[in-house]
């Protein structure tokens, strides 16, 4: 069935129901599935009222109920295809385009194109714009259209109009939509088209004739003007532009109320109707009371106002806009107006150059004639938040004919293509790949690369489909993991799980089965959790979906993460998915951006067996040990709850240790404030109370002498970018984030895009990220500050460090402006994450500071106490985004004591969650990938917790089973074995051993475990 105008169709909904029917749907399973709209709609209302679950899993198993009913007539009964077309760009959301999606599987609505293959060019230095426009016109020839930026008005563009015809120029002015000019510029009556440079210009957004244009000049560069007199010609959305490109200017606290007007704005502009707006507004300029809500809103918009005026009013705020790089003030008929680049006009406007083809996507030319540095500079900077590949170039750089050539023979084949000669390299050329990757939040990261997707869903996985200008990408998510090792028997020349067949070992994978209630995950062939009786979902109809959508497709891409763990979900999906389909690659990429997404389409490999080997064997260690051992632990202690893993053993032991030390060695500890503010802490044995008391007189009254003091320069370098190890330790002692946290809100960060790959162990800068450092420095601090440094050349692998130049103030501006849309929601968390890793990141790129050191002996008693550090900064460097610590300054000679602390503690502190990774990067145990999970489960099996003072401790239970196993497995659970074993894993990464040699040693160490 073919619907042309969608959206008149979606008027009237007899006729959407009428063709349901044609496609062979009967009234019965229509009603069904409004019956599930209705649900539906209910159901979230409910689960926002947080109202009793009774309630809840009633119309959640009638939803599950009624979808069964659909789908057994959906299978049934052959179904047509429904082809729809139309301009829907927003297809409102009533119950009738919901049916669509719950019966057919996709929702209307367009999708929105965002690829550019546009030259973006400039020219400076030009003295009289309008003769550089012409002479632009005679060496580009036909087919260009020019735009005027809106602060010179459309007086200015028939000023233009009238002086390209004096030249002979065939030009049309098209200021308003006139059908029969576009048909003439079509047919080349017209070799140019003037028109006005803004987004609600008909000259930006209506039309798309992709054969005929071949180049947009922009005659001046495209901004607009916002009146300074805020109060006389206020509307919303004027101060919302003057807010924003203020902001910069000013000091945090007054950005944080800037943000948080910006957010009202949006907000109010978004939920107030036209005529309630237009209300409000004409209240606000008569100084009219209103009432309830609108007078609300009204003494906002006031208290908004009066910021602005007075902000504008501000000495010191004129004097900034002077200096800023990007801002300028503009005077007519004595009224001070603020310009403002629009980035959304340019990019708009010159997208009409460059437009999606069948044989990918046109090249385009765009030319900038600047007559306002200041508004271009901001042009740069704004259009960058939207679209980062863009490469501005100097029209002297840039060899035109050439450009022309490339230009022109996309138009060729345009227009070949449009008269339906089709020549045989075009014939199969679009081609489409199911791309999978992990987690729904990526999936919809990469989505929104290439503009608006599409969304359908097969059984309900949701798919987003997508252009890259090559291929049709179909973007699905598999949840993760899919398939396991089995927990159950299998009998026979089986170990856990793992048959042994000829000689070799073959884990017997299941697919994971998830409890729908309490997310529990099982191996097992069961119908029901063992744990709440509720319902299970059994992974393989993910498979199921992925293997239809495969179907479809051309090709399989693997994009999961970049890592062994990443390569073998993949690979499980890939052996899934190969009877259905001719051609599965995988794609790797460290960051999930644009740039990264698409160097990986062009570098398809083949999936890498050696580290699914790996991944395979560290599975079946860890249950092949910890089976074997828990064991041992039931039968010993008699507690069938008790487990044990080969990795975590000697991390346990690393926490026991430590906890029976400091029990075994408490001080008491004075610490002295002296008059010049230095501290110092003694530690004495054990006293009673009495004793401390006599202690602290005493110390308060003697005199300390600073022997010497010896001051000297020094440069001081920064320290290099994370790796996994180094932010979790860092993120546990500044932000006390425990290592599964920061870990969960990394992941976030990486999969919208903000951060490179979380687990990695090494600190290589690439040179994409030096341009980020480069790019970030210079414009906040000066060129001069930069020093590119690499930190390391191993590997293809990179440090943990932003994807883009944006700190986390700017971060929070762009998404509360929503100039940057991401796949999932932000919270203070994650921007106090991204905020260090963007901190410490941009200092790695930074020139050292130049410091004075202070080192000193101070004498008290008989003790004498060395002091070390720094006590002013001569010369600033990476202390400028990461300030260093400074200690007072002392001088030489007698000294008095201020005041005297006294605590009780351990010599030696209690291990952090921060020193235990530090450890197991330095002794070698766990890795990246591995450093949290360790942790995590020591957690969970209770063996170690956290004291309220966020010190790990361990407990009797932990304390007794490492007591266990390392008197009686020393050999098999000792830091050695657990070392070697890592390394055994690298090796098997890297192809140098056989992993079923690796197997067979492991299977003979369980044997000898089992007879003991
Ligand atoms: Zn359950």
Sequence with gaps: VFVDDVDSLLKSSKNVDKVLMLLGLTPEIISNGLKIVDLKAKLSKLQKRKTTSKEVDSIESEIEHTKEAISDFINKVKTGILIVSGASTKARRTKRVKLFNELLGFEIGSRIEFIRNIEDIYVHDVHVVEDKVIELIRKLGSGGIVFIPMDKGVEYAEKLYGKLIESGINAGIYTKSKRKLIE??????????????????????????????????FAGVPKFRISLDIEEEFKPSRALILLANLRDLLEQKEQDLVDKYIMDLRNLIAIIGRDDMKKIVDAVKQNVKLTGFLERVRRKFIEIISFLTNLIGREDIKEKIKLAPHLSISSELGKPYLVVPDAVAYIQASGRTSRLYLGGVSKGISIVIIDDDKAFNGLVKDVKWYVEEINWKDIKDVNITKLLEAVDSDRATIRKLMDGVISPEFQDIVKTALLVVESPTKARTIAKFFGKPSKRTIHELTIYEVSTGDLVLNIAASGGHVFDIPTYDLGGNSLYGVLSIDGRFIPAYITIKRCLKCRKTFTEPIGKCPSCQSPLEDKMWIIEALRDAAWEADMVLIGTDADAEGEKIGWDIAQMLMPYTSMIKRIEFHEVTKRALINALKNMRDINHKLVEAQIVRRIEDRWIGFELSKKLWSKFNNYRLSAGRVQTPVLGWVVERTSETRRNIQDFFELTLENGIKIVLKKPLMKHEEVKREIDKLKNLTCIVKWVLKEEEEVNPSPPFSTDSLLNEAASTLKFNVSKTMALAQDLFEVGLITYHRTDSIRVSSIGQNIALEYIRDKFGEEFFKPREWSREGAHECIRPTRPIDTARLRQLLALGVIRLAKRLTDDHLALYDIIFKKFIASQMTPTKVVKQK?????????????????????????????????????????????????????????????????????????????????????????????????????????????????????????????????????????????????????????????
Aim: with cysteine.
């Design 184 to 217: 003439d510029f079509t047919n080349g009556k017209y070799d140019v088209l003037i028109g006005m440079a803004s987004y609600r210009s008909p000259l930006t957004r209506g039309i798309d004739i992709p054969h005929r244009i071949r180049y947009a000049i």
């Design 856 to 1012: 000193c002996e101070i004498a008290i008693e008989d003790y004498i106490e060395k002091i070390e550090g720094y006590i002013h900064i001569v010369k600033p460097g990476f202390s400028l985004i990461k300030p260093l610590h400074l200690i007072p300054e002392v001088k030489e000679g007698a000294i008095k004591i201020l005041n005297v602390q006294n605590w009780k503690a351990p010599t030696v502190n209690l291990l952090t969650q921060g020193d235990i990774i530090g450890l197991m990067k330095i002794r070698g145990i766990g890795r990246p990938s591995t450093y949290a999970k360790i942790m995590e489960t020591l957690f969970q099996r209770g063996y170690i917790k956290e004291s309220p003072k966020r010190n790990i401790i361990s407990t009797k239970k932990g304390y007794m089973v490492y007591i266990y196993l390392s008197n009686e497995f020393n050999e098999f659970v000792s830091e050695e074995t657990t070392r070697k074993l890592e390394e055994i894993m690298d090796l098997i990464e890297k192809g140098s051993i056989d992993y079923q040699d690796v197997l067979h040693k492991l299977y003979s160490e369980i044997v000898s475990i089992r007879i003991r």
